[in-house]
């Protein structure tokens, strides 16, 4: 399988601190895969260095096999997405609005929007059930509902390539199972390659392939899932014991604290 993300020896200091120390990870094309760890471990810098959005102090990043570096953030913006944890300050757009922006990439100062961008756009809130929103103010919906727009503003960039944090972070369980679906059907059904910073291991267990955990900075774990319930992984990682048991059907574990 081809690779979509290489990350080498990648390094990134704040006022001397050592936020990651030489992480290298590799992200094959159409691959589901959750980055895991406790607070403060960097999972959120690497995925913004990843994204180009935060500059690394040392080792490099390849995006199909070419150096980040040597991509303008508009074309890089065609080949990957990125979606931020929760939302900051909302400005009064409609839905549709909000999600066509999504486009930026594929549009100037001297194009109109095409019925090309009005398809994928309509396609990706089709696939994120948000078309119902169309024309409601975005501060107006619900924390998961807003999730939803700007997952299929991300996914109207028409990008390969999906990097969240922590998609449903502050969401109840009904709306993280809508999150989790959308997510694992854009991987499955549109060959999207999917990166996802998570602090819920039973999702990431059960939707990735491949699970990264990441601790002080460092890599500590890259395997595939099942196999993070081996070895006391997780209680190396977190520092603190975990149990399992099988679900009801007693095909997926379901973690639990001691």
């Known amino acids: 399988m081809e690779t979509a993300i290489d990350v080498k020896n990648i390094a990134y200091d704040i006022n001397g601190k050592n936020i990651l120390r030489n992480v290298s990870l590799t992200v094959r094309k159409g691959e589901y895969v959750s980055i895991v760890g406790p607070n403060g471990a960097g999972k959120t810098t690497l995925l913004k260095v990843m994204a180009k959005i935060l500059p690394k102090n040392s080792g490099n990043v390849f995006v199909n096999a070419l150096p980040l570096g040597s991509y303008s953030q508009k074309k890089l913006a065609?080949?990957?997405?990125?979606?931020?944890?929760?939302?900051?300050?909302?400005?009064p757009f409609t839905v549709l609005e909000f999600v066509m922006m999504g486009r930026y990439p594929h549009l100037s100062s001297f194009t109109r929007i095409s019925s090309e961008d009005k398809m994928a756009v309509e396609s990706a809130m089709a696939i994120t059930e948000t078309t119902q929103f169309s024309e409601n103010l975005i501060n107006t919906l619900s924390g998961g509902e807003r999730q939803k727009v700007f997952i299929?503003?991300?996914?109207?960039?028409?990008?390969s390539m999906m990097l969240l944090?922590?998609?449903?972070?502050?969401?109840?369980?009904?709306?993280?199972?809508?999150?989790?679906?959308i997510l694992k059907s854009i991987n499955r059904q549109s060959n999207v390659t999917i990166v996802s910073v998570t602090h819920d291991i039973n999702h990431?267990?059960?939707?990735s392939e491949r699970i990264i955990a990441l601790k002080n900075g460092?890599?500590?774990?890259?395997?595939?899932?099942?196999?993070?319930?081996?070895?006391?992984?997780?209680?190396?990682?977190?520092?603190?014991?975990?149990?399992?048991?099988?679900s009801a059907d007693r095909n997926q574990p379901v973690l639990f604290l001691k």
Request: no cysteine.
């Open 78 to 91: 065609k080949i990957l997405s990125y979606v931020p944890q929760g939302a900051g300050a909302m400005f």
């Open 152 to 159: 299929a503003a991300a996914l109207a960039q028409g990008s």
């Open 165 to 181: 944090d922590e998609p449903t972070t502050f969401l109840d369980p009904k709306r993280q199972s809508e999150i989790n679906a």
């Open 204 to 207: 990431a267990i059960v939707s």
């Open 218 to 246: 460092e890599v500590v774990f890259n395997g595939a899932s099942a196999e993070l319930l081996e070895d006391n992984n997780l209680e190396l990682i977190f520092d603190i014991p975990f149990h399992y048991a099988l």
